[in-house]
């Protein structure tokens, strides 16, 4: 080969090499700006599901929506935003106040020992009953079955007084009422599977309508509010007669129906 040929041979493997360095710098010049990009969207998906969560976090929860939204208020009550719920006779002289909450236990003893002598005074013409209800335990014990059972109490009460107060004493039966510990109470089926066993109540679509849609969420709001704003109300369930907190005379403490037909005398309630 000559010195020519063996030199033009040299510079051609050169510019061949060349020609490959300059194909593999692009090669990965393109590796390392896809890898950066992968990186800058890997960071702001992160940052992005950050911002998201801490959004949805501020967001406030159906029941904080329903503390600020416009009141439907069921039938049969009044005052405002309907938190004034009477049954019976609005002139009574006498008036027996109950304030419970849906979840509680001792409400729920009071009402199984108690409540049909209650309820029967009442129609009888003794007092008026008046309603306070609250969900101060959903904040204790968390949950929402307090709030959920009083928005369905209030659709009761727009069947009637008499279908609130039937639905009242099945979800503090012995048969359907929960633990404090367990949230039954928030689960709408569960509502509504109680209601099936107050005839008024029973396949009543209206009321499971209003039920399923929370119609007096809003309602049931303003009224733990009131519950919260009573003078002399620190436990549940707390008894006013004729605006006098009483406690049961019975040495335990517990609610038996002579206790209760002994407060009504002590108190000055006669028919």
Request: proline content about 4%; aromatic content about 6%.
């Amino acid at each position: 080969m000559s010195k020519r040929n063996s030199q033009n041979a040299k510079n051609a493997a050169r510019e061949r090499l060349r020609v490959e360095r300059e194909r593999q710098a692009k090669k990965d010049k393109a590796k390392r700006q896809v890898i950066v990009a992968g990186s800058i969207v890997a960071v702001l998906a992160i940052a992005g599901g950050i911002g998201y969560a801490v959004v949805q976090g501020n967001q406030p929860s159906h029941w904080e929506e329903a503390a600020e939204a416009t009141v439907v208020p069921p039938a049969n009550t009044s005052g405002k935003d309907g938190t004034t719920v009477v049954v019976g006779d609005s002139k009574a002289s006498n008036d027996v106040h109950l304030y419970e909450d849906p979840r509680c236990p001792a409400c729920a003893a009071f009402e199984q020992t108690v409540g049909e002598t209650v309820d029967k005074d009442m129609k009888d013409g003794k007092y008026k009953l008046t309603f306070t209800i609250g969900t101060f335990l959903d904040g204790n014990l968390k949950g929402e079955g307090s709030k959920n059972a009083l928005s369905a109490l209030g659709a009761a009460l727009n069947v009637s007084p008499d279908a609130f107060l039937a639905y009242k004493t099945a979800l503090y039966s012995t048969k359907y009422h929960p633990e404090e510990t367990k949230d039954d109470l928030a689960k709408d089926a569960y509502l509504i599977k109680v209601a099936d066993t107050v005839p008024a109540l029973k396949g009543n679509k209206k009321f499971q309508d209003a039920v399923e849609k929370g119609t007096y969420d809003a309602w049931a709001m303003r009224m733990s509010k009131s519950f919260d704003d009573a003078d002399g109300v620190d436990s549940t369930p707390t008894i006013k007669i004729n605006d006098k907190v009483v406690k049961s005379p019975d040495s335990t403490g517990s609610w038996t129906v002579d206790a209760w037909n002994k407060t009504l005398k002590d108190a000055g309630v006669t028919k």
